[in-house]
């Protein structure tokens, strides 16, 4: 339990009081006070860092495919194509190996100029980098918080959704020629099977993301479908899937067309 310098907590018989405060020993002789006498005590002085500083040193710019994603707050002369975001309490900076994956996958179809939509929306970086592909892309996000992450860094990056809406997939018109799901528990994209392929157009394709390499089979005996190719990055899958069992499905880009499993 952290507490202020004005709070005075409950203390358990058998447990623990962490207390955080600005000040020097006679700060701390007066917070100790509401202890109990045979309390045992272990006393850290911590150095006041800037913090601010310290969170945003783990936002370094990292390049993404064809991409470099960058926080706002760093500036870049990389050449490659840019995605600026502010780092929120939502899911997806690009460190990620499913968010990389995601990526890569996406650049491997041809998309300019398809509807496109990123179920399960966090900051909005795979919805950025479709729009950035020629994608007209549409949201689905499941709260207000990836909402508001999500429309705020689009902006940023100067693009708006077609559509965005806080709900499930079922909401979706049935007529997307590419979504993108990425979920880091693996049983959710199981439980949304049928709604995602029922969202897709008849020749429609699927990114499926946030598979641990030991739920890969569990993921391709409840999807059973063509499997143009496979995305590793970090010991998580990314699964590409079509509709159709045919040739069909949405195209890839010529010069990918004999794009292999990497996870093989």
């Known amino acids: 339990m952290l507490a202020s310098e004005t709070d005075v907590p409950a203390v358990a018989e058998e447990g623990a009081v962490i207390f955080t405060f600005d000040g020097g020993a006679e700060v701390a002789e007066r917070r100790m006070r509401v202890l109990p006498p045979n309390a045992d005590l272990l006393w850290r002085e911590?150095?006041?860092r800037g913090w601010t500083r310290e969170c945003q040193k783990s936002f370094e710019p990292l390049r993404c495919g064809r991409f470099r994603i960058r926080a706002s707050w760093y500036r870049s002369s990389s050449q490659r194509e840019k995605i600026t975001f502010d780092p929120s309490l939502v899911f997806?900076?690009?460190h990620h190996g499913s968010t990389r994956g995601c990526v890569e996958a996406?650049?491997?179809?041809?998309?300019?100029?398809?509807k496109v939509l990123d179920v399960g929306t966090g900051s909005g970086i795979l919805a950025i980098a479709a729009a950035k592909m020629g994608a007209l892309f549409y949201l689905c996000v499941t709260d207000e918080e990836a909402l508001n992450a999500a429309v705020r860094n689009c902006a940023q990056n100067g693009i708006a959704?077609?559509?965005?809406?806080?709900?499930?997939?079922?909401?979706?018109?049935?007529s997307r020629d590419l979504?993108?799901?990425n979920f880091i528990v693996s049983d959710v994209l199981i439980?949304?099977?049928?709604d995602l392929i029922r969202a897709l157009k008849a020749k429609g394709s699927l990114i499926l993301s946030g598979i641990m390499e030991r739920f890969g089979r569990r993921i391709r005996e409840a999807f059973s479908m063509r499997e143009p190719f496979t995305v590793k990055r970090d010991g998580w899958l990314t699964i590409a899937y079509a509709k159709?069992?045919?040739i069909g499905g949405l195209p890839f880009k010529r010069a990918l067309n004999t794009a292999k499993d990497e996870s093989r």
Do not use: H, M
């Not at 959704?161 to 049935?174: C, F, G, I, Q, T």
């Open 161 to 174: 959704p077609r559509k965005v809406w806080v709900s499930s997939v079922l909401r979706a018109e049935k």
């Open 92 to 94: 997806g900076s690009g």
């Open 244 to 246: 159709t069992q045919d």
């Open 191 to 194: 439980a949304i099977r049928d």
């Open 46 to 48: 911590k150095e006041n």
């Open 179 to 181: 979504i993108v799901a």
């Open 106 to 114: 996406l650049e491997k179809f041809d998309i300019d100029g398809k």
